[in-house]
């Protein structure tokens, strides 16, 4: 079992920043991967960005490709969602999850608004 603990949103104005952070307990070691996704209301949950284990190799949807940033702390324990130049269309609720063996795991989530 892996546990998720999302943190980090809120409002801020377009052209603005925000730092998500996703802390990861129990089964930390047989996670082989992390991501973001989120979830505009009416629409589907789209990923964001993955990481992944133990290469660190990263993915980032077009939408967020030179604006957001994914990464870890050297434990593996933390994942990060830097999140830079955020337009209105970015507000929504994000998630992380941690991918194991037959698995998925999902945080609850955090609410990140833009304003315009």
């Known amino acids: 079992q892996v546990q998720l603990v999302e943190s ?4 801020v104005q377009a052209g603005g920043s925000l730092r998500l952070s996703c802390a990861a ?5 047989s996670i082989i991967g992390m991501g973001w996704y989120r979830q505009a209301p009416g629409k589907q949950r789209e990923l964001v960005a993955l990481i992944m284990r133990p290469t660190g ?3 980032y949807a077009d939408s967020v490709k030179g604006r957001f940033i994914i990464s870890r702390d050297n434990a593996g ?5 830097q999140m830079n130049s955020l ?14 063996v037959g698995n ?4 609850q989530g955090t609410q990140v608004t833009v304003s315009s």
């Open 8 to 11: 980090g949103g809120g409002l």
């Open 25 to 29: 307990s129990g089964s930390i070691d």
């Open 57 to 59: 190799g990263t993915n």
């Open 77 to 81: 324990n933390t994942m990060f969602l």
């Open 87 to 100: 337009k209105p269309e970015d507000t929504a609720v994000y998630y992380c999850n941690a991918i194991v």
């Open 104 to 107: 998925v795991y999902w945080g």
